[in-house]
């Protein structure tokens, strides 16, 4: 297999619920990053992971927790969300992170019921 | 702070009708500008790097330009099937991508 893999492919959830977004990603590269896509705004950072370690937090909501056990993979746990949190949640590899181009997976299309 | 403007919003084009996407930025110390396709359901595609201006990239009926505060995606003789939204994104420093809202762009037979 090929590419950025992730799943769920979709999710609804409670607010009370506790779940997990996995990635995987077979491109040997050495970052990896969490997105969200929500409609009419353009993709937003989460988190950046180099060499499994954390390098850029953007201000993203304690109820989102990144964990980044090698460089292959890639989770976003999640609990207590809230409805506006509902979106398509993108990871992405690349090379490095100084710069490389992204490569996608499709996405989890997260919503909070 | 980095920013990123896509024009137009949406774009309607007949098949084999020509025209141009357009990116303007504003970005510190840029590292290279992206271009990706996004089709419905999936995520962005990679289609371009451009790292200085006055370099240009071909893809099929893609053509990417850049100058020093924009970059255009030409689309020749567009088909049905280049319907997709297009995304451009600036990397500045530390090597963080600044994303754009996009543009969807339709192509009908």
């Known amino acids: 297999e090929t590419g950025v893999t992730q799943t769920p492919r979709h999710l609804v959830m409670g607010m009370t619920n506790k779940k997990s977004l996995k990635c995987e990603q077979h491109l040997g590269h050495n970052a990896m990053y969490w997105y969200k896509q929500s409609a009419k705004k353009p993709l937003e950072l989460m988190f950046v992971?180099?060499?499994?370690?954390?390098?850029e937090n953007n201000s993203v909501p304690s109820r989102f927790s990144p964990e980044c056990p090698n460089s292959s993979h890639l989770f976003l746990h999640l609990h207590t969300l809230q409805p506006e949190d509902s979106a398509l949640y993108l990871c992405a590899s690349s090379q490095d992170s100084t710069g490389s181009p992204l490569h996608f997976g499709n996405g989890t299309r997260l919503t909070v019921t | 702070e980095d920013q990123v403007t896509q024009s137009p919003e949406a774009l309607r084009l007949q098949e084999g009708e020509s025209s141009s996407l357009n990116c303007s930025y504003t970005v510190s110390g840029l590292r290279g500008l992206f271009w990706y396709r996004q089709d419905p359901g999936k995520g962005p595609e990679f289609l371009f790097t451009l790292y200085s201006a006055g370099e240009e990239k071909e893809k099929e009926r893609l053509k990417a330009t850049l100058t020093k505060k924009e970059s255009f995606l030409h689309i020749t003789a567009p088909k049905p099937e280049d319907s997709a939204t297009y995304l451009c994104a600036a990397g500045g420093n530390a090597g963080k991508s600044t994303f754009g809202d996009g543009t969807t762009l339709t192509v009908k037979p």
């Open positions: 992971y180099s060499l499994e370690e954390r390098v």
